[in-house]
């Protein structure tokens, strides 16, 4: 089976759920080669990291600013939400979803923090839990894509190919749970475990669902040719994380040349969001409003 971005969207029928359905799921049929591309622009919410924790700013002033500086959607990443772990209130993801509307954005994703690494089966199945209920949280304000992580544990007692089995497990149970939300569980290549785009392309084809998917981190694959591996992973994703790094084979972050990773993207064909995130110290605002007009000096 094919599993790349274009079967995944080819199938999504989940207009009731989401906010700015005519803008999130116009995607009946498979893109064409000479299809051309439809970009759309978010931020995330770890740009504002420090700012979103000490309560210097809150959910309503990033989606002001995004709306001002003319992108599309924003991030809400799950941990900036009080209640984390816990899902919010109803009221609290309603209130949210309502100011969307009113600034002409979407809420394009939500993000968890789990650990399908770890050897400890009852943590791997609270992070399964935790990824579910997020998922109904994605559904209710009209998120079609949740990030998931592989995890970083390190166990000498397990060969790595054993880690990828009872990974492989998790990441389709996973996906059961968002084809019940009707939500993507959407796998971000974090550096962390599978690191090559071979490997993650290994997995998707293994989970084999239209559930789960790729949010393609263009600043976490560390490589002699980070733009080969971009390339390579493109076909597949479902969504576009933009950093004003990427990484070399050594870990070593250099300055991202986004007019290049914007054309890769647009030359793929691909028709979805791309988000934004600064992790430079400096003003957010300024960087995030410069990556945003770098990256579109590249398209055509």
Known sequence: MNITRRNILKNLVLAPFFLGA??????????ETNTTSRLQYSINAYSFNSELRSGEMTFY???????????????????????????????ELFDLKRKALELGLDIAWTGVRNDFATPNLTKRNNDIELI?????????????????????????????????????????????YG?????????????????????????????????????????????????KEIESLAPYANYFFVKEHVKQKDRTKVAADLPRIAKIIQSSNY????????LKEGNTKEIIKDMFSDFKSGLN
């Open 61 to 91: 002033d990033m989606m002001e600013y995004a709306a001002n500086i003319g992108l599309d959607a924003i991030d809400l990443t799950g941990y900036y939400f009080s209640s984390y772990p816990k899902a919010p209130s109803n009221k």
């Open 271 to 278: 028709r979805g969001y791309v988000s934004f995130e600064s």
């Open 132 to 176: 579910e209920n997020w998922l109904e949280v994605s559904s209710k304000i009209g998120a079609p894509i949740m990030r998931i992580f592989t995890g970083r544990h390190k166990n000498k007692t397990y060969s790595k190919e054993e880690v990828k089995q009872w990974m492989l497990n998790d990441f389709k149970t996973c996906a059961k």
């Open 22 to 31: 005519n803008k999130l799921f116009t995607y009946t049929k498979p893109l």
């Open 179 to 227: 084809e019940l939300y009707g939500v993507i569980a959407g796998l971000q290549n974090h550096d962390e475990f599978l690191f090559t785009s071979e490997e993650v392309i290994e997995m998707l084809k293994k989970v084999n669902s239209d559930w789960f998917g790729l949010i393609l981190d263009c600043g976490s694959l560390p490589s002699d040719d980070t733009y």
